[in-house]
């Protein structure tokens, strides 16, 4: 047996009676639980209140927290998913669990990615030339189950590409890159599983440059990830020209502190300063792949060496100005492999609807930015973590439960991906309001009154 969960990155609809007109808070173990009296109290002033919202911002498109109403670029749609990690919907899923759990990743995440070794797929190639990829075609199962497009995630190498005895699996070095003389026979093994799952078409090559930092000069190598990348996109096109192959999946880190990192760059704002070494990786890697069908983005609204600087609602402006920053330098599709947006409460659970709320609106940010994919980490709430979720833990029968994410995601999702510039999400800090309008539909956070949706 092994565990991962340190490697999982740096990244509740309730039963009602009749039409769905409010989704009310949790309790503090994290549930949705009846409204209090307060709450109550207050329905027909927020209802009132939520109409004005609504007409005012559909009227004038305003958005006092800066998500900008006025799309600059052509958007051509955000489509959103989920990356299965370890744990997610497997053969020791409680079936009751894992039916509901399935049921709420088709409707949500069309989406959906998966690792070539490692986060729920076992050694593909545990010695030269001899395969087995029995685990990974489990996980290629469970997204064809769920109707989804799959993603395919070339990440990691077999040991024995790392310098250690072939047929042998240390996980404490899954993150180790393989030696450059192996880089062929990694993607020897990326061709054979292109060819092996020919119903995927878009594979992102390596995870956050995982084994490519250069501790002596204090920078990523993105000459030899990129040397990796070009043998791996060259091995999938001579057998798949079809496939959709990109990178490179750096981590675009911020920085409380413009000197913190001692690599500031010239991307700025409330939510701190983007470290350059990332952006010299974008470039280079723009200047020097053979070829690319989109770029391949990592990263979160917390900085890091201070996390959170601002509001987390302000902060999702960072995911913006970088996905403008690629865009200006490229006309390649944008997505976002690993999407975080955190709030201010660390211990805030998975089934926060405030989590909830801050994630859409940064898919909203991303997607007005012209991103046009974007992936959460994690798909199934982890007891050992409080990022954001889409089902509830699926150990146990009872689980797989959709969260308060799922029920926003099933609203505006469709609607990101057929044409992002009619949602509109703002936050109102004055207030402590967030709202979201849609064709369909509108959405508000504050609170007092909880996460509320209203359907038209």
Request: charged share 20%; glycine share 8%.
């Amino acid at each position: 047996m092994y565990r991962q969960d340190g490697l999982e990155g740096a990244s509740t609809t309730p039963a009602v009676d009749g039409p769905v007109l409010a989704i009310r808070p949790p309790a503090v173990e994290g549930k949705l639980g009846r409204a209090s009296s307060r709450t109550r109290w207050f329905d027909w002033e927020v209802s009132l209140w939520m109409a004005v919202v609504c007409m005012l911002l559909t009227a004038f498109g305003s958005s006092p927290a800066g998500l900008s109403g006025t799309l600059r670029h052509p958007l051509p749609g955000l489509a959103v998913g989920a990356t299965h990690t370890q744990y997610s919907i497997d053969s020791s899923t409680p079936a009751q669990s894992a039916a509901r759990a399935l049921e709420v990743i088709r409707e949500v995440a069309p989406v959906q990615n998966q690792h070539l070794m490692g986060w729920g797929a076992m050694n593909p190639e545990p010695s030269p030339g001899h395969y087995d990829f029995s685990s990974l075609d489990r996980r290629m199962e469970l997204i064809t189950e769920a109707g989804a497009e799959a993603v395919l995630t070339l990440c990691c190498a077999p040991d024995w590409m790392k310098g250690e005895p072939a047929g042998t699996t240390d996980w404490s070095r899954i993150e180790a890159a393989p030696r450059r003389e192996h880089f062929d026979d990694f993607a020897e093994l990326a061709q054979v599983a292109a060819q092996r799952y020919a119903h995927v078409h878009r594979f992102v090559v390596w995870n956050e440059l995982k084994g490519f930092y250069d501790s002596g000069s204090n920078h990523w190598d993105a000459a030899a990830y990129t040397d990796l990348y070009n043998r791996v996109y060259t091995a999938i096109k001579q057998v798949r020209p079809d496939a959709l192959v990109g990178g490179p999946y750096v981590i675009v880190d911020s920085w409380a502190s413009e000197w913190a990192g001692g690599h500031r760059s010239t991307l700025k704002g409330p939510w701190g300063t983007v470290d350059q070494r990332s952006l010299d990786v974008l470039r280079y890697w723009l200047d020097h792949a053979v070829g690319a069908d989109f770029v391949a983005l990592d990263g979160g609204t917390h900085t890091h060496d201070r996390g959170l600087i601002t509001t987390d609602f302000v902060a999702t402006a960072k995911l913006s100005t970088v996905t403008e920053w690629v865009r200006a330098r490229t006309d390649l599709p944008i997505w976002w492999v690993e999407l975080g947006a955190e709030t201010g409460d660390e211990s805030a659970p998975a089934a926060d609807p405030r989590r909830a709320a801050v994630m859409v609106h940064a898919l909203v940010t991303v997607a007005h930015a012209g991103a046009s994919g974007a992936l959460l980490w994690r798909p199934r709430e982890d007891p050992d973590r409080t990022s954001v979720a889409l089902f509830s833990d699926t150990s146990s029968p009872s689980g797989g439960k959709p969260l308060p994410l799922s029920t926003l995601l099933a609203m505006v999702g469709r609607q990101l991906q057929e044409d992002p510039r009619q949602v509109l999400s703002t936050w109102y800090p004055s207030a402590s309001l967030w709202t979201l309008v849609t064709p369909g539909g509108s959405a508000m956070w504050s609170p007092d009154t909880g996460l509320r949706i209203v359907e038209e």
